[in-house]
């Protein structure tokens, strides 16, 4: 509706006879119109539950001008594994190499934009530990030279329990234009959107035989850890329950996530029939 209108008035005014250096003065307004209606009218491109973060174990995983969200954590074995999702995985088949990316900041029509103190970004061939497409979880194993440019020693796991949460990951904020009106804002603020690590506070618990929590999700948060209130990764994300079709609205609950012990059964059970 918005786009019928604004494209009625145009017409009308510069079928006017006004001169002409006027009418591209009116035309240069009206496209300045649509591209700051979605702030306007909504909530577009808002944040609704994110905080900068600074988690040096937590890192952008990248192919061409995508990216998601990828963890270093340490098994009680004292193994270290690179964690994601499997479909993050699918998405980068094409692309042979795929970087690690930390506090840089990417975005404004999808260019690196700045690079704070002890940033590092490092292109890696990804070596597949593990890689299960039902669940979506994907082991990689940890790039040479990682935990050298990171000064990282890994995030430690802890059992699953009920409680305050917070999730960390690299979410596409731009997509959310809730309430929804059209594909062309969703895209446009992709293209104008900022990209960092970000953090979302709030709490876990079950429903049934599904864990969920209320921690913000977005696009871009694919592969994230799910922490404790001491640090700890007690799962990592499973489903977003936010889709385009209502612009990204937040929910509650937002996420479903899959208890770090169970994926680690999982992970051992298949070391096992190797």
């Not at 509706?1 to 006027?22: A, E, Q, S, Y």
């Not at 900022?194 to 035989?209: A, D, H, L, Y």
């Amino acid at each position: 509706m918005i786009d019928l209108k604004i494209t009625v008035n145009l017409r009308v005014f510069v079928n006017f006879d006004i001169p002409h250096g006027m009418k591209r003065f009116i035309i240069f307004l009206g496209f300045s119109f649509i591209f700051i209606a979605p702030s306007l009218f909504t909530n577009a491109y808002a944040i609704e539950g994110f905080e900068n973060s600074d988690q040096q174990n937590i890192f952008n995983i990248r192919a061409g001008i995508s990216g998601a969200t990828a963890s270093l954590v340490n098994f009680p074995n004292g193994e270290h594994v690179l964690t994601t999702q499997a479909h993050v995985l699918e998405d980068f088949e094409k692309y042979p190499v795929l970087k690690l990316v930390w506090r840089k900041t990417y975005g404004r029509f999808f260019l690196e934009n700045e690079s704070k103190q002890g940033s590092f970004e490092i292109s890696f061939h990804p070596v597949v530990l593990w890689k299960d497409n039902e669940l979506d979880i994907a082991f990689l194993k940890v790039p040479d030279g990682l935990i050298e440019a990171c000064s990282c020693k890994g995030l430690d796991t802890k059992q699953y329990h009920q409680g305050p949460a917070i999730m960390i990951g690299y979410p596409q904020t731009g997509v959310r234009t809730y309430p929804r009106i059209g594909a062309f804002w969703k895209h446009l603020g992709v293209f104008l959107e900022t990209v960092e690590q970000r953090k979302s506070n709030g709490k876990t618990w079950i429903v049934g035989n599904e864990h969920v929590a209320d921690m913000d999700g977005l696009p871009g948060n694919s592969g994230s850890s799910v922490l404790d209130e001491d640090g700890k990764v007690i799962g990592m994300l499973h489903l977003l329950k936010t889709w385009y079709g209502e612009g990204y609205k937040y929910k509650n609950p937002s996420i479903s996530l899959l208890p770090i012990e169970f994926i680690m059964e999982k992970y051992q059970t298949h070391k096992s029939a190797r």
